[in-house]
């Protein structure tokens, strides 16, 4: 009796200890499978590559991070096509975007234009913001939670020790690889095209003011802003193309410092209201103070969206590495300057739903 009770306390000892084993090695896996804790999860990955881009870990690629919102997915297409058409480098496209835009995405790089261009994707989850971006109930609509993907370099890109990011309303006109070469000086997670650098000097910005400034940016009436000794008219620059040193990120912790910052806004409200207007620079222009390298100016040429006409002669714009129509007249709405230089690079949505309200408006006006 005795030998089968411990025969019987054994046997469940045993079966609790393999449960308990099954158990682990589940949550591990799900560890394991899940590569980031801030939402960003890998849902598709470069087609006909003999292995998963995170399982491969390229680090000989040229990683270009780009944020693919559906509402201008147009513009994101057109961009990396650009990128794509004229370099023989090894790009890899990192495109993050939200979980409804997925399937028009996956169909519109399905295009035989695209079908060799390597590529992942990645769900950016708006939650990953609570607490750090205040929105206007009234104007939610506006809220576009995609514009914060660049401060997760590191998340979207686990394995890279450089990255180039990339808004998209950009066309590119020459080799990525020369603007992934930029030298970063050492200390600097990233580098910048300042608004006071030479291309912006010789073409002038009408109009702009003290935009371009710190102070265009920021509250300097705030006491939290004036004990940063930031000078309210050191030149700001441009964080829609920028190349990051992600070794150098991670090692300052720069996106912690970008939420920091992001939070301390929403209790105290740091961002300027009269100029800018925007809410995903100031925290770059802060955590970045005098602590960035430069981008050769050719490759951020800018402000092509500030305005209707064209501020730049065709020769200038022709020499652009890259054409930035940052503002309010993207060249794939009713008047842009210079929209036919992008539509050179825009590959038409094979679901019909992104249309050029340009061309639209134009055979209206020709009726």
Not at 195 to 221: E, H, M, P, W
Request: glycine fraction near 4%; charge should be neutral.
């Amino acid at each position: 009796v005795n030998i089968s009770i411990l025969i019987v306390a054994v046997v469940i000892f045993l079966l609790v200890i393999h449960h308990n084993f099954l158990s682990l090695s589940d949550f591990l896996r799900r560890e394991l499978s899940d590569p980031s804790p801030l939402g960003l999860q890998p849902i598709d990955f470069i087609p006909a590559a003999p292995q998963r881009l995170t399982d491969e870990r390229d680090d000989k690629g040229i990683a270009v991070v780009i944020a693919a919102s559906d509402e201008r997915l147009g513009g994101a297409i057109a961009a990396m096509n650009s990128i794509y058409q004229h370099t023989r480098s090894n790009v890899i496209f990192h495109i993050v975007t939200l979980n409804d835009t997925v399937d028009h995405l996956r169909m519109w790089l399905r295009s035989p234009l695209l079908k060799n261009m390597r590529y992942r994707i990645l769900e950016f989850d708006p939650r990953v913001l609570e607490g750090k971006v205040q929105v206007d109930p009234q104007k939610a609509d506006t809220f576009k939670p995609l514009t914060f993907a660049r401060f997760y370099l590191p998340s979207l890109v686990p394995h890279a020790e450089k990255v180039i990011y990339v808004d998209d309303d950009v066309i590119v006109q020459d080799d990525i690889v020369e603007l992934y070469n930029t030298p970063l000086k050492p200390g600097h997670a990233a580098a910048f095209s300042d608004d006071c650098d030479s291309t912006s000097s010789k073409v002038a910005v009408r109009g702009a003011g003290n935009q371009y400034n710190y102070i265009g940016f920021l509250d300097y009436q705030k006491e939290t802003i004036r004990k940063l000794a930031m000078k309210a008219n050191t030149c700001s620059f441009n964080p829609g193309v920028f190349v990051a040193n992600l070794t150098e990120w991670k090692l300052q912790n720069i996106t912690k410092q970008l939420e920091k910052w992001m939070a301390l806004n929403v209790v105290e409200e740091l961002y300027s209201k009269t100029l800018a207007g925007s809410i995903t620079t100031p925290p770059l222009l802060i955590v970045f103070y005098k602590q960035h390298s430069s981008i050769d100016p050719m490759w951020n040429v800018r402000h092509l969206g500030s305005s209707a006409g064209k501020r730049y002669s065709p020769q200038f714009v022709k020499a652009a590495k890259l054409l930035h129509w940052n503002g309010h007249f993207k060249p794939w709405g009713r008047t842009a300057s210079y929209a036919e230089v992008w539509e050179r690079w825009y590959v038409p949505d094979p679901a019909g739903k992104f249309n050029l309200i340009r061309r639209h408006s134009e055979a209206y006006e020709a009726k």
